[in-house]
């Protein structure tokens, strides 16, 4: 009897123990305090451009004057902003001097990595809209806009139209740059039925030529360029088509295309962004894969640039998300190390409730 009564005692324990110890643990659980969320600091509004120097330093420039800067190859980003208008392209030569530029005319010069942004002068066409910035030397750069081709010799202090699109509603919106002599640019006259799009230089930039076999009828609809060399290169935009012999003649190698930025990096290996999609061609372009499974986060991929065969990036549009009853518009940027095998996203914000300047 007496061990009967000992075991049903520890049963009895046993039970009580058990007991206090789930309803100990429930009521902890019940009663710890929800964590907040924490306010995220704006940083970038809707990505447009991104460019690195190196795996470290690199730059993406936004609307609404918005620009990040990092330098520890993305893991973190400061945001800046510089002015009001929005900003379209970006180049640095180094990790300290760099330009921007942007709508009505903005050009933007940093000497120290993007910390202060000094604006350029750009009197010859004041209200131009800038959409792209390359340069081929230290001294020697283009910006092209909706009036035409603009170079420089002096680092940007002052500027020359080279190439004016005489219809001033149509640009030049997109170029490759092979070598410091040798460049292609996408382009309209649009004073013809059916003018050439795409010209040449091979000198620098200080003329311009057509290229034959470049007529919209055959180019319609794109948006990018990208050559690896003086005669191959494709052509991105509602399809991709690829040349051999500089210009001269074009092969389909994807149709319904939603291409804004091409990037080869050498004769086989390329990638192409655009709505929510990224696609990668080890052909030279005969077939194309998606690589990347559709993500809710992406809305619109904008531009993509590697800087060398392993490094590269992806940066564009993400959603919307409501934080403790403030509104944030995130950009997104995807990050591989691998050459593009794998990528890893970070979202970067912008505070829409707070801003002053309107989305219209």
Not at 242 to 270: C, H, P, Y
Request: glycine share 12%.
């Amino acid at each position: 009897m007496g061990n009967r009564r000992r075991n049903i005692l520890l049963a009895l324990l046993i039970i009580f123990f058990i007991y206090f110890e789930v309803h100990s643990c429930s009521e902890d659980s019940v009663t710890a305090p929800e964590a907040k969320s924490e306010k995220p600091e704006s940083v970038l509004y809707n990505a447009n451009n991104v460019f690195f120097v190196d795996k470290d330093n690199g730059w993406i420039v936004g609307d609404k004057g918005t620009v990040a800067r990092t330098n520890d190859g993305g893991e973190n980003w400061i945001g800046n902003k510089i002015e009001c208008g929005n900003l379209f392209g970006a180049y640095f030569l180094d990790s300290d001097n760099g330009w921007i530029v942007g709508e009505d005319g903005n050009i933007y010069r940093t000497e120290d990595g993007g910390v202060e942004w000094i604006g350029i002068s750009f009197d010859v066409f004041p209200d131009d809209d800038l959409y792209g910035v390359e340069f081929v030397s230290d001294s020697i750069g283009f910006v092209l806009g909706t009036h035409g081709v603009y170079r420089t010799e002096d680092m940007g202090a002052t500027w020359q139209n080279n190439w004016n699109s005489v219809v001033q509603e149509r640009n030049a919106w997109g170029m490759s740059i092979i070598d410091s002599n040798n460049l292609y640019m996408l382009g309209s006259r649009f004073n013809e039925s059916d003018p050439e799009i795409m010209y040449k230089t091979e000198n620098g930039g200080r003329s311009w030529e057509t290229v034959d076999g470049t007529n919209y009828s055959v180019l319609r609809g794109l948006l990018t360029i990208s050559f690896v060399d003086a005669n191959t290169g494709w052509g991105g935009g509602s399809v991709i088509l690829k040349t051999e012999d500089g210009g001269k003649t074009w092969v389909s190698q994807l149709n319904n295309a939603e291409i804004r930025r091409l990037f080869f990096k050498n004769l086989m290996n390329g990638f192409a962004v655009g709505n929510d999609k990224i696609i990668k061609t080890v052909d030279g372009g005969n077939t194309w894969t998606e690589i990347m499974s559709e993500d809710e986060r992406i809305v619109d991929m904008r531009d993509i640039y590697f800087v060398d065969d392993n490094y590269g990036w992806i940066v564009g549009r993400g959603r919307e998300k409501m934080i403790d009853g403030n509104l944030y518009d995130y950009s997104i940027v995807l990050k591989t190390t691998d050459g593009g095998d794998n990528w890893t996203l970070k979202k970067l914000p912008w505070e829409k409730c707070t801003d002053i300047i309107s989305d219209e």
